[in-house]
């Protein structure tokens, strides 16, 4: 499992490098943060188009993510930022049963909110071969990656060891 993610991360990254080198400054080829009017949809709602990248995704630790935290953290504001999707954003996770489809760290956490992508597929649903508008009006719909390096906002340290993780959950 690390392997094949470090082999994802290494290969996402080697493509951002790539992309920024061909396509210039990374500034120039990330989209602003996405409209107020978003909304968050859940990565089982991602999954209806994306299969593939779903089932992908269901394997790693970012799928378990909020399953991890015990009972007495899942309402916890420190730690749902990290282990959730959206928490702190209007339409974001809310630490309620209403909120499940948010629960994790899903396709959501890295690409924005996908309701307004969702809205735009889904008028080509039916649409055996997209002409080249089509397909740039789905694909310009989602943020490739937000324009800012989310990784580093949860991931800033080791295992928990020296952040303000609780001591029973530090491994």
């Excluded at 009006?137 to 609780?166: D, F």
Aim: net charge neutral.
């Amino acid at each position: 499992m690390r392997r094949s993610l470090s082999v994802m991360f290494g290969v996402g990254l080697s493509l951002l490098v790539a992309g920024s080198v061909l396509l210039g400054p990374l500034s120039a080829v990330v989209q602003a943060d996405p409209p107020a009017d978003q909304q968050y949809t859940g990565t089982k709602r991602c999954a209806s188009c994306h299969f593939e990248q779903y089932m992908a995704y269901k394997k790693t630790g970012h799928s378990k993510a909020f399953e991890t935290l015990t009972a007495k953290y899942q309402a916890d504001a420190n730690c749902l930022k990290c282990h959730t999707t959206g928490f702190g954003e209007a339409s974001g996770f809310k630490a309620d049963a209403a909120d499940a489809a948010l629960a994790g760290v899903g396709c959501e956490s890295c690409h924005g909110p996908g309701s307004k992508h969702e809205e735009i597929a889904q008028q080509f649903k039916n649409v055996k071969d997209l002409s080249p508008e089509q397909e740039e009006a789905v694909n310009g719909s989602i943020w490739k990656m937000l324009p800012r390096n989310v990784c580093i906002e949860c991931h800033n340290v080791q295992a928990h060891k020296k952040s303000q993780t609780p001591p029973e959950l530090q491994k």
